[in-house]
């Protein structure tokens, strides 16, 4: 049973590139959520996907966007690249239908800003 | 929304002794708190949860108490060994409500065990 699994796992980009993140989730589950751990610090909550919807949001700006596709998969992209947006970047996916709460988190992709 | 407090930032132990890390939370409507140990360069990994409903959950030899009346919640690890060494997140959510996978987590807790 394959876990939560995201690409790539580390890129450089240069400050206004835009950054594609990749995203499958545990086999059976449909929601995925992305969190960003700058370092030393613990996961912010960027947004929620479920039924290829955003269902929810955290405090980020609108440089940061996602989608989720049929097969559950998500993205994660983020436009106009700024020094403060390195960090790891992290999936995690869970089960809507009977939800426990329990999140799978994926190894991250690590972002860095130059 | 919510906020979660987590203490200590650092923790350093012998081999053997037990290791204790607290947590509070704001929002009343919080039902789910799980906890997470992350080595260097690796991904969250849950050890341990435990909802509103019961008060105290132990699995070997890592235990989770609640306080609902106080908004707190704490980490229990016992006899610790070199392996425990880790960040340890709590976190909170309100796990079926409108806020469902939304976890809130504390600013971690770098614990060290010394041989």
């Known amino acids: 049973d394959a876990g939560v699994t995201q690409s790539p796992t580390h890129l450089i980009k240069t400050r206004g590139q835009q950054v594609t993140l990749r995203c499958s989730p545990k086999s059976g589950h449909d929601t995925v959520s992305w969190y960003q751990q700058a370092l030393g610090q613990g996961p912010q909550f960027i947004f929620q996907?479920?039924?290829?919807?955003?269902?929810q949001r955290g405090n980020f700006p609108d440089r940061f966007s996602g989608h989720q596709f049929p097969n559950y998969s998500s993205e994660l992209n983020v436009n106009a690249l700024l020094l403060g947006d390195s960090a790891l970047y992290l999936c995690?996916?869970?089960?809507?239908?009977?939800?426990?709460?329990?999140?799978?988190f994926g190894e991250g992709s690590r972002l860095t800003v130059l | 929304g919510e906020n979660v407090e987590q203490h200590p930032s650092t923790l350093s132990v012998q081999e053997g002794d037990s290791a204790v890390i607290k947590c509070t939370y704001s929002d009343s409507a919080s039902n789910y708190f799980p906890w997470y140990k992350q080595e260097l360069g690796k991904r969250p990994q849950l050890i341990i949860d435990i909802r509103s409903n019961v008060g105290e959950k132990k699995d070997q030899r890592i235990a989770v108490t609640l306080n609902k009346t106080a908004k707190h919640f704490s980490l229990h690890i016992t006899e610790t060994q070199p392996e425990d060494s880790a960040v340890y997140f709590c976190?909170?959510?309100?796990?079926?409500?409108?806020?469902?996978?939304?976890?809130?987590f504390g600013q971690g807790t770098i614990l060290t065990v010394h041989p």
């Open positions: 995690a996916s869970s089960l809507t239908r009977r939800s426990t709460g329990e999140l799978f």
């Open positions: 976190a909170a959510t309100n796990a079926g409500g409108t806020s469902y996978g939304k976890l809130t």
């Open positions: 996907y479920y039924e290829e919807e955003e269902r």
